[in-house]
């Protein structure tokens, strides 16, 4: 059964880099059938896409993110990763990561979750 | 960008029907996604391309996409249904997955 876990700080500092990890079971991340995907949450809101990587590591990015974004693979320890830079407050969200298959999107399975916090 | 609106809050009684809209433009053509999401937890997908249902989600969650809504249904509604509901869909155009608003569901 596929499983997903984020890691990494909890706690970053604003205009400093966020850095998050999410490591896979179950699959590899050269599985052709899934997408790997990174969606947050802010507190007491709702759901925002962040972007996704291919197998062949090609890249789907939020355009409202883009110029902070770098999502990467792994395919020796089996994870994909989330660079974002010069974080503010409104970054402050909890990070998950998940698969996401088919043409349409969908997405399967998530990691619980990680909060990250932008704070000095 | 394509937007999907949802109402804010759904109160439904227990053993009754909710129901939950999705609206975009022209959502109909669009496939349509949806995911619970209790207190505390990550989203689960419940109903996925408009109308299925991932193995272990009871067939009271349906779901229907026509012209400009999409709409969850959960018949027989149990205080375990308490939770916040998001569609999704993939929007070709712009290579984004977009999110509805989200909508809450108390069971009164």
């Known amino acids: 059964q596929l499983q997903l876990q984020e890691s990494g700080p909890g706690l970053v500092k604003p205009s400093e880099t966020l850095s998050l990890t999410c490591t896979l079971s179950?699959?590899?991340?050269?599985?052709?059938?899934?997408?790997w995907g990174w969606i947050r949450q802010p507190p007491g809101k709702g759901l925002e896409w962040i972007g996704s990587i291919y197998y062949t590591e090609k890249t789907y990015y939020n355009t409202s993110l883009k110029s902070r974004l770098t999502l990467s693979r792994d395919t020796s320890k089996n994870q994909f990763s989330l660079t974002l830079r010069s974080v503010t407050a409104s970054d402050t969200a909890v990070y998950y990561c998940a698969s996401v298959r088919g043409s349409f999107r969908r997405i399967d399975n998530w990691g619980q979750g990680t909060l990250v916090t932008v704070s000095s | 960008s394509y937007v999907l609106t949802q109402p804010p809050s759904v109160s439904v009684a227990p053993g009754q029907t909710a129901r939950i809209t999705c609206g975009g433009n022209?959502?109909?053509?669009?496939?349509v996604h949806w995911y619970q999401q209790r207190p505390g937890q990550a989203p689960v997908l419940v109903v996925y391309?408009?109308?299925d249902r991932p193995s272990g989600i009871p067939d009271r969650f349906s779901g229907f996409n026509s012209a400009n809504t999409a709409t969850l249904t959960i018949t027989r509604v149990e205080a375990g249904d308490e939770a916040d509901y998001y569609c999704q869909v993939w929007d070709t155009s712009s290579e984004h997955v977009v999110f509805g608003t989200g909508t809450q569901v108390t069971v009164l």
């Open positions: 391309d408009d109308v």
């Open positions: 179950g699959a590899s991340i050269t599985n052709t059938t899934f997408y």
């Open positions: 022209n959502i109909g053509s669009k496939t």
